[in-house]
C-alpha cells in the first residue's frame, strides 16, 4: 500500500516527545465496541480496540463519563467511585488502563462536578432530610448533604421543586441532575477525593464539563472553581492533564485561561460555526484562506497572554455537536482538509471517534453519538443506536472496514496525518504565526517555532491548484504532504505546486 511507504517514510522524521501534548480520542463507550452482544458498547470492547487505535496513531483516550447513571449518556453521576454495569466492572477498568499503557496510551475521564444525578446518595439523603424538617430550618450538622446542593424555600429561574416539601434545589440542566454547591468546602473535598481515586488507579487527568456553568453567567467565580481543580489535580498528580469544556466566545476563553487551567476546548476554531468550517466553506477566496493563519497567531498570542503554559485544545466536533463530514457536504477533499486544519494545530488535539471515517450525523443528541460504523454488516462489536438516535441513511465514505484498504479513504489521510503530526514536534508544540510571504492568495500558511525547532505549513484552502514561491526558502525542504485528491504535491525548482485542497509542510534543510 502507498499509505505504508507513506508512514515509513514521515515516521523517520523523528518522534514526539513523551508529554500531554497528544492526539486525544474522544469515546462514548456506549456506541463504541459491544463485546458480550447485549447491544451496549463496553470497556472490554475499548479494550480490544485498541490495536486499531494505535494503528490511527491515537496515543491518549478521552472516555465519556463511565459511571453509574440513570441515562444513557452518564452525565447524572449516581457514584463518583465505580463503574456503570453496562459497561463493566472495576477490574475491567483496571484491564483496559494496563493495555493502554503496553501502548503508551494515556486515559483521561469525564470530570461531571457541575451536578450529580438526582439518585446520587447526597441528593437522596438531604431530599429526604428536608422532608423530615417540616418548618425548621435545616442543620448541616444533622446532615451534612444539606448543603452539598443549592436549596432554596424561593423558587428561582433554573430551579425544581423537592416533591413533597416546599423547598427547590437548583438544576440549571435538568431536573435530574441538581447542582452541586461548589462553593462548599465538603463538596471540594469530596472532589478532591474522586480525583484522587481514579488518578491513583492510574489515570492521567481529567475533563471537565460545564465548566462555565459552574456559577452559571457569573465568569469571575466560574474561574476561581477552574483554578481550584487546576492547582488540586496538579497537587494529587505533578503531569497530571485537565481539559475544560468552556463553550463560549474568543473572548471568554481567553478569559478563562486566566484560571491557569492548562487546556480549553478551542471552540472558537471548532464545531460547525468555528474558523476551520468557516475558511473551508470560503474557498477559494484569498481574504478568508489567508485569515486562518492570521487567527491562528491572534489566538496563540491571547491565550499564551493569559496563561504562559497553556496547551490548545483543538477539535473539530464532539458528542453536542453536529458531526463536522455533515458539514462539508459529503465532499471527501473538504473533509480530509477539515482533518487537517485541525491536526495542524498546536496543541493537544481532539478526534471524535468515527470523524476518521467521515462519519456523519446531527440532529437530537443520541444521532450526534451513533453506533461506531465498523463493518457494513454491523456486526465484530457493533452496537444498537442509543435510544431517540436516528442513523443517517446512508455514511457517505462507507465503513472502516471499506475503507481500511483504500489509499485514498479518509481513514488512511487520517493515518498519514497524525504521523506527520507526531514526527515533527514543532507541529504541536510550536508558537504560531502566520508566514506573510506565502500567506497569499489561496494558500494559508502558517510558521510553527519551538525552541530551535521549526517547520512552515502549507495549506491550499481552494478547488483549483495553487502555487507557492519559495525562491526566498532556499534553506527549507519539503518535508511532509498530504494530497486530498490524489494528485501529487510537487517542488519544481522553487515552485511548490499544491493540487485542491492539498496540505505541505517544510523543515530547515540539514547541513
Not at 517547520?455 to 486530498?484: M, R
Request: proline share 5%; aromatic share 12%.
Amino acid at each position: 500500500m502507498k499509505t505504508e511507504q507513506a508512514l515509513t517514510q514521515i515516521r523517520a522524521l523523528g518522534e514526539s516527545p513523551e508529554d500531554n501534548y497528544r492526539v486525544w480520542y474522544e469515546i462514548f463507550v456506549y456506541s463504541f465496541c459491544d463485546s458480550n452482544g447485549d447491544g451496549i458498547g463496553d470497556l472490554k470492547g475499548v479494550t480490544s480496540k485498541l490495536d486499531y487505535l494505535r494503528e490511527l496513531g491515537i496515543n491518549g483516550i478521552w472516555l465519556m463519563p463511565i459511571h453509574p447513571s440513570a441515562s444513557y449518556h452518564k452525565y447524572n453521576v449516581s457514584d463518583y467511585r465505580s463503574i456503570d454495569p453496562a459497561y463493566g466492572s472495576i477490574e475491567d477498568f483496571r484491564e483496559l488502563l494496563e493495555e493502554c499503557g503496553k501502548r503508551n496510551i494515556r486515559v483521561i475521564l469525564d470530570l461531571v462536578v457541575n451536578h450529580t444525578g438526582s439518585d446520587h446518595a447526597w441528593f437522596t439523603a438531604a431530599c429526604e432530610y428536608l422532608r423530615a424538617l417540616g418548618d425548621a430550618e435545616p442543620n448541616a450538622g444533622d446532615c451534612p448533604y444539606v448543603n452539598y446542593y443549592n436549596f432554596s424555600r424561593e423558587f428561582r429561574t433554573g430551579y425544581t421543586q423537592v416533591p413533597g416539601t416546599d423547598w427547590y434545589y437548583e438544576s440549571q440542566f435538568s431536573p435530574d441532575m441538581p447542582d452541586l454547591n461548589l462553593g462548599s468546602e465538603a463538596v471540594r473535598a469530596e472532589i478532591r477525593d474522586i480525583m484522587a481515586y481514579w488518578l491513583g488507579l492510574g489515570v492521567s487527568g481529567f475533563r471537565v464539563d460545564a465548566a462555565k456553568e459552574f456559577y452559571s453567567g457569573q465568569t469571575d467565580a466560574n474561574i476561581e472553581v477552574l483554578s481550584w481543580l487546576q492547582q488540586t489535580v496538579t497537587e494529587l498528580k505533578e503531569d497530571a492533564y485537565l481539559v475544560a469544556e468552556v463553550w463560549d466566545s474568543f473572548d471568554q476563553v481567553t478569559r478563562y485561561y486566566e484560571s491557569g487551567v492548562t487546556s480549553i476546548f478551542n471552540y472558537p476554531f471548532g464545531d460547525s460555526t468555528g474558523k476551520i468550517i468557516k475558511v473551508i466553506r470560503g474557498a477559494g477566496n484569498p481574504a478568508t484562506v489567508t485569515s486562518f493563519a492570521t487567527a491562528l497567531e491572534k489566538a496563540d498570542r491571547a491565550y499564551l497572554g493569559a496563561n504562559p503554559d497553556y496547551i490548545d485544545a483543538p477539535f473539530l466536533s464532539n458528542h453536542d455537536v453536529g458531526r463536522i463530514a455533515g458539514f462539508c457536504g459529503g465532499d471527501p477533499a473538504k473533509t480530509k482538509l477539515a482533518g487537517a486544519m485541525n491536526l495542524l494545530m498546536s496543541g493537544s488535539a481532539f478526534l471524535y471517534y468515527g470523524e476518521e471515517i467521515g462519519m456523519t450525523g446531527s440532529g437530537n443528541d443520541p444521532s450526534k453519538r451513533a453506533p461506531m460504523y465498523w463493518n457494513t454488516q454491523r456486526d465484530s462489536g457493533t452496537t444498537q443506536p442509543p435510544p431517540e438516535c436516528v442513523l443517517p441513511e446512508s455514511y457517505p465514505f462507507g465503513s472502516l472496514e471499506e475503507q481500511r484498504f483504500d489509499d485514498d479513504s479518509i481513514y488512511n489521510y487520517y493515518r498519514q496525518l497524525i504521523a506527520i503530526r507526531q514526527a515533527i514536534p514543532a507541529i504541536s508544540h510550536g508558537r504560531a504565526a502566520a508566514e506573510a510571504a506565502l500567506n497569499t492568495g489561496c494558500v494559508s500558511a502558517f510558521r510553527k517555532t519551538w525552541g530551535e525547532e521549526s517547520c512552515i505549513v502549507l495549506l491550499n484552502i481552494s478547488p483549483e491548484t495553487s502555487q507557492a514561491d519559495l525562491s526566498g526558502y532556499g534553506d527549507w525542504t519539503l518535508a511532509a504532504a498530504l494530497s486530498a485528491e490524489g494528485s501529487p504535491i510537487t517542488l519544481e525548482g522553487s515552485t511548490l505546486v499544491l493540487p485542491p485542497y492539498g496540505a505541505a509542510v517544510l523543515l530547515p534543510a540539514k547541513n
